[in-house]
């Protein structure tokens, strides 16, 4: 049987350099080495849990695809107060309020833009809690909700000052009504880069920005003051995100000559984003995300990068004959796996 993991905004290779930068460096001990254990936590608690892919065998139940913010009040506990519900007034809790509003971006673009409704598309509710944990370094989604550390102010600030955040981690759920892709080596790297993909695409929703625009960097905005400049990842140049003392060089390779065999997720998927962004450079940001959106629902869970390839190849063609995307699109896929190696 497969298994569910929980997937985390923040890889496990920032996290356990963190750990041991900060007490290296004197630094106070805490925040970092909490977020280290209790990640490890949640990973384990899950390890044994049904893949959340099995979902897609029972029908969801419609909905309104309304939203739901708790506040967890620096608990270890997920839901502990609802503080603002569809249609609601702002609340005092700025970082409340942010989380609503990203999630409201982040159903209108796949509602606009992809023809979505909702994560599970016929209108589940979005859950986001806000204020998990101690100085919880991480946000992540656990195939029911949002969730969103405080963050440190060393290294990472509240995570929901980044609209990227939200859009990556609710993606995983629309991956988990479609491909339910598995989290591991390939399939896994092309279930995190979907994430990336579409959360960017989110940022540029919100943001009116187009491809030339964007700046292609995940989780810069949720970077501490001292680390400005840095970023979790980088989509157009993967490997160059960040170097510092703190996180450690980005590992990221850019194309399959830098690929690590059963590697984390998080590490072989730059390899499909700086596809993506290829892509979105001559076709546009919301062309592309349509053919890589139809690519999604035409995957399977154990799905490799060269499947990837061609049912992107595909579904541009066929988008293409019905005229939602450019005639080159199919040329402008082929070519940017190319240029990554993958074909």
């Known amino acids: 049987m497969s298994r569910r993991h929980i997937c985390f905004f923040v890889p ?34 899950r390890r044994y849990a049904t893949n959340a892919s099995l979902a897609t065998l029972t029908p969801p139940q419609p909905g309104k695809a309304d939203r739901q913010v708790y506040d967890d009040k620096n608990q270890w506990d997920y839901d502990v107060q609802l503080v603002r519900g ?18 409201g971006a982040t159903r209108s673009f796949y509602k606009e833009v992809l023809g979505r409704d909702s994560i599970d598309n016929v209108g589940s509710t979005l859950v986001a809690d806000v204020n998990f944990g101690e100085l919880y370094d ?3 989604w656990d195939g029911q909700r949002m969730v969103f550390g405080n963050g440190d102010n060393i290294i990472f600030k509240d995570f929901t000052g980044d609209v990227d955040v939200p859009g ?14 598995q989290y591991t080596d390939q399939p896994g790297a092309l279930n ?27 989780g810069e905005d949720v970077m501490a003051d001292g680390l400005y400049g840095e970023a979790i990842r980088s989509m157009s140049h993967p490997g160059t995100a960040y170097d510092n003392s703190l996180m450690g060089h980005d590992p990221q390779p850019d194309s399959m000559a830098g690929y690590v065999p059963g590697g984390d997720p998080h590490l072989n998927s730059g390899i499909i984003n700086r596809t993506f962004y290829l892509t979105a450079l001559d076709l546009g940001a919301f062309p592309a995300a349509k053919i890589w959106y139809a690519a999604l629902q035409n995957l399977w869970p154990t799905a490799q990068f060269a499947d990837a390839a ?20 199919p040329q402008t896929v082929r070519a940017a796996f190319h240029e990554v190696g993958i074909v």
């Not at 963190?18 to 949640?42: F, I, N, W, Y």
């Not at 989110?202 to 995940?218: F, K, P, S, T």
């Not at 988008?319 to 939602?324: E, H, N, S």
């Open 168 to 181: 990556h981690e609710l993606t995983h759920g629309v991956t988990q009504y479609t491909a339910g892709l």
């Open 86 to 103: 569809e249609g609601d007034q702002p609340v005092a809790g700025a970082n409340a309020n942010a989380a609503y509003d990203a999630l």
């Open 138 to 140: 991480n946000a992540f």
């Open 12 to 45: 496990p290779h920032i996290v356990d350099h963190m750990a041991k930068a900060t007490a290296a460096d004197g630094l106070e001990p805490g925040a970092a080495q909490r977020t280290a254990v209790a990640s490890d936590k949640l990973r384990q608690q």
């Open 310 to 329: 061609h049912v992107c190849g595909e579904m541009a063609r066929i988008l293409a004959r019905d005229g939602v995307v450019a005639r080159q699109a």
């Open 192 to 218: 995190e880069a979907f994430s990336d993909i579409f959360g960017s695409c989110v940022d540029m929703y919100a943001n009116n920005r187009d491809a030339g625009e964007h700046n292609w960097l995940i």
